[in-house]
Nanobody, 126 residues
Framework: QVQLVESGGGLVQAGGSLRLSCAASGRTFSNYAMGWFRQAPGKEREFVAAISRSGSGTGLADSVKGRFTISRDNAAKIVYLQMNSLIPEDTAVYYC???????????????????WGQGTQVTVSS
């Protein structure tokens, strides 16, 4: 089992950057594929980014390609979401998620993840 805690959210102007972190507890972080999702008010939770156990495989939503990057540090048990060129439409609560997975797999839908953090608010002003 793994517990997840997100941090790094906040208020930023359009065009700015933020780096979100998701710290995991538990001994087997490297066994988990990780993902980032977001949920804006009145909208469904949507996929943002995902990364395989080793970090060799990553996936990004079309809406964030070229602006966001996902990475992980298995020794530190942290997964990051670097967000650049932020736009107001990126405003949402961002959630980190985890699931036990094979070496090269990563996942795009929320139902495929077993563990979730509490979320961190990102607000982008115009």
């Amino acid at each position: 089992q793994v517990q997840l805690v997100e941090s790094g959210g906040g208020l930023v102007q359009a065009g700015g950057s933020l780096r979100l972190s998701c710290a995991a507890s538990g001994r087997t972080f490297s066994n988990y594929a990780m993902g980032w999702f977001r949920q804006a008010p009145g909208k469904e939770r949507e996929f943002v980014a995902a990364i395989s156990r080793s970090g060799s495989g990553t996936g990004l939503a079309d809406s964030v390609k070229g602006r966001f990057t996902i990475s992980r540090d298995n020794a530190a048990k942290i997964v990051y979401l670097q967000m650049n060129s932020l736009i107001p439409e990126d405003t949402a609560v961002y959630y980190c998620a985890a699931r036990d997975a094979g070496s090269y797999y990563y996942y795009f839908t929320s139902m495929e993840y077993d563990y979730w953090g509490q979320g961190t608010q990102v607000t982008v002003s115009s």
